[in-house]
């Protein structure tokens, strides 16, 4: 059964937070206000199907794009979002935003797509907030301030070998990585939260795509103050902001076991556009 999230008490554009002076609290609130307001439009949705606008785009993630980015933008926030590009992208905090990650299984009932929103400052990742849209469960992180999960500090597995691993994959690998099982659960933001709090060893892009910045800032912050590993297969900084930049994600929930994922996961073609 679908919950609705829960929502902070106070209005995100009460919340003057487009400074880098903004507290981490409030910034989390209008971060949580924002994913309140997709769980709320989602709520009020008829139809989830493909909205015929480009390829892959449904009409949930129009429906919660619109919502979220009034209550970004209304509090002073730039928003760099999947579904409609850059906006106000010079101001000192930029969302990354992705209103529902996971939009097919959301479409199909599959109770695996969340929000994923990430403010980025000057010095990196700073906060971030993934709700599983279909449940509630929530995780969220701030830089130099651990992650929770539900409310709670989470934190990862302490498995070191591929071998022992159940694994976490996007996209379907040319060759066996090793793993003692595989998941292929279709939403990236929620797939690196699972590593952050174990529910999964280690997770892999797999895919001839590569991913966006709104697809796995989120989890990457959480992942990384939850003590996972997290990294790019390439060997460039996760942290990038721009519309067309695309990584290959790549999280364990050990150095170790992510030094052997890097090295299986090398011997694959990096996807076009990815460098």
Known sequence: MFVRAHSVSQPAG???????????????????????????ALD?????????????QYRS????????????RGAGLG?????????DIDRDIVVALDPVDGSTNADLGLPWFATSVCAVD????????????????????????????NGQPTGPSSCTRVDAAVLGLNGYPPAYMGWRQMRALGA???DLCAVACGHLDG???????????????GGML????AGAAVADAAGRDLLTMGWADRRVPVAAATPELLAELLAARGGFPVPAGAG
Do not use: M
């Open 14 to 40: 009460a919340i003057a937070v487009g400074s880098a002076k903004v507290t981490d609290d409030a910034l989390l609130a209008v971060l949580s206000d924002a994913a309140g307001a997709v769980r709320a």
């Open 44 to 56: 009020d949705l008829g139809d989830w199907g493909l909205a015929g606008t480009r390829a892959g």
């Open 61 to 72: 993630d129009l429906a919660a794009d619109r919502v979220a980015l009034a209550v970004l």
């Open 79 to 87: 928003v760099l979002s999947e579904e409609s590009g850059p906006h």
């Open 122 to 149: 000057a010095r990196g990742a700073r906060a971030a907030l993934v709700v599983n849209q279909a449940t509630g469960e929530r995780f969220e992180a701030v830089r130099g301030g651990g992650a929770l999960r």
């Open 188 to 190: 990236a933001a929620l």
């Open 203 to 217: 997770y892999v892009d797999c895919s001839t795509h590569a991913h966006s910045p709104w697809d796995y800032l």
């Open 222 to 225: 959480v992942c990384q103050e």
